[in-house]
C-alpha cells in the first residue's frame, strides 16, 4: 500500500488507477509512497450517465479486454456481449471473445462463428472438461487482460483453474486521497503466469452507452468497416436507408444479423441519451 507524494497527491487528474506503473520510494519506517506515475499506453474509461454525467477511468495500460459470455446458465445474450465488445472498441482495445460452458448445451460454435466473422478471436471454453483453457492461457500471456462479461458466465472460475490460488494473490490498489482516507479502486489487478496480469473490474458490468457519437458506435462494429463507403447516402446510419450496404451485407450473411441489431439499439441508445427528452424519460 502507497502512500501519493506531492504533487500528485493534488492533482485528481492523474489519480493513480489499477494498472498504473508507478516508481516507489521505500522510507526507513517501511512506509511506501508513489514518487513518479509513469506515462500510460492506454485507459480504459467508461461514461457514467445520470447527473454527474463524465468519463471514469477504470484501469491504465490495459492490452487487450476478454470478453466472456456462457451458452447457458446464463444464456448468451448477443446483445450484452456487444456492449462489452463496444465499450473495448470505443477505449480502442483489442477484444478476445470467449465462450464458456461449452459443456452445458450445443451452439458454441454458432456464437463463435459470430463473434469469428466480426474479426475477434473467439475461444471455446469450458472449466470441467478443460477445453480451450491452455489457449486461453496463450492469449493471457505477457499482457495485461481486462476480464469483464456478465455475472455468473465463469470468469473467476476460468481464471482459478488456470492459476490455483489466484484468488489468494489479490492486490487491490489503495490509495491514499487528500484527507487522509483510503479509497479503494473499483478493479483489482492480479499477476498472471511469468509476466501477464488479469484485470476484473466490477465497474464494467453495467455499462451505458451514454455519450457515445453515432460514428463512434458504428466504428465499434470492425465488420462494418468494409461496407461503409457503399451505402447509397454518405450519411447512411445503416437503419432504414434504401440501398445501405451494412444491411445489404447482413442480409447475405456477410455480417451477422445480431451485431447490425446490436448497432441499431445502441445507436437508437446513444441518440435517445444524447436527446433525453425524446423519449420522455428523465435522466
Ligand atoms: P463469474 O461471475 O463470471 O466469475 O462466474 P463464476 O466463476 O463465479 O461461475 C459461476 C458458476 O458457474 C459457478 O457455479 C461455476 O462453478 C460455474 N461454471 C464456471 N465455468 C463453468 C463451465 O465451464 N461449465 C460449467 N458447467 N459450469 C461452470
Ligand atoms: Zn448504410
Redo the contacts with the bound molecule.
Sequence with gaps: MAALRGRLKHRPRERVLVGDEVTLAIHADGAATIEVLHPRRSVLRRRTPGKARGIRAIAANVDQVVV?G?VR?PAWDDHLMDRFTAVAEVNGLPVVVVV?????AEGASDVAARYGSAGYPVLI?????RRGLERLRGHLAACVSLFT??????????L?ELQPGLSLRTAAVSVRSRTGQHTTVGAEMHPFGDRGFVVDTPGLRDIGVWGMEPLEVQGAFPEFAPWLGACRFDNCRHVEEPDCAVAGAAERGKIAMSRLTSYRRLLEEAARAARPWVSGRRR
Excluded: I, Q
Excluded at 100 to 104: E, F, G
Excluded at 125 to 129: F, G, I, Y
Design positions: 466472456v456462457a446458465e464458456n460452458k461449452a459443456d452445458l471454453t469450458s472449466v470441467p472438461t462479461g456478465p455475472t455468473g458466465v465463469g470468469k473467476s472460475s476460468l482459478n
